[in-house]
């Protein structure tokens, strides 16, 4: 028996599968999704959203947290979040249109569809910008992206009281000091620091 468990010791995580360098546009739409991708398995500057080879595991976070089993669904799925989302009856609550939730989860549902096989590369970069055209519309900054991704996050974790999955997210000051990290000019590492959010306006060039 100690023999199996080294040998499990000895491997390694396979690597994700090859994509090439991105480049400054499609480091912008897959940083969308850099709210919601905390853990530290997450890639915030890969299409495929994991360090490490686990489509199973995009498969299922599909099926769990979205009830979504195929390709069919995933794009119906999306289609929603695009158009209306979660956003719909936040309107009255916040007063404004608060897209950046939406979006985020929609780049995360995107990323997660192509890493289970339901969509290939092609397919997802397509999906991705369709986000641009609503989302430079709505906002000029990184900052107001995630202050606005925050304030429905509290409205979300709001209605989540008294639920049994009330204790399902993480507490509100983890995504506070996760989104702080990514706005923080220091942080090197933060891929809105490396594709800042005027580089989709300007020609696509490789990083």
Do not use: C
Request: hydrophobic letters at 40%.
């Amino acid at each position: 028996m100690s023999g199996l468990f080294e040998r499990l010791r000895r491997q390694r995580p396979a690597p994700p599968p090859y994509e090439p360098p991105l480049s400054t546009h499609q480091l912008w739409l897959v940083s969308l999704a850099a709210p919601v991708n905390r853990s530290p398995e997450a890639s915030r500057t890969t299409l495929y959203p994991f360090r490490s080879r686990d489509d199973a595991a995009a498969e299922r976070w599909l099926r769990e947290q979205w009830e979504i089993p195929d390709r069919d669904e995933l794009l119906h799925r999306l289609a929603g979040l695009l158009e209306d989302g979660y956003r719909a009856p936040l309107r009255e609550q916040t007063g404004r249109d608060p897209l950046a939730w939406d979006i985020a989860l929609y780049t995360d549902v995107v990323r997660k569809g192509y890493a289970a096989g339901h969509l290939d590369a092609p397919t997802a970069w397509n999906l991705l910008r369709a986000t641009v055209m609503p989302t430079v519309a709505a906002y000029d900054s990184w900052h107001e992206f995630a202050t606005d991704y925050l304030l429905v996050r509290k409205v979300w974790m709001e209605g989540l009281r008294g639920r049994a999955d009330e204790d399902f997210p993480a507490p509100q000051a983890v995504s506070d000091a996760h989104l702080r990290a990514l706005l923080d000019p220091a942080q090197h590492a933060s891929p809105w620091n490396r594709a800042p959010w005027h580089v989709i306006s300007l020609p696509d060039r490789p990083l």
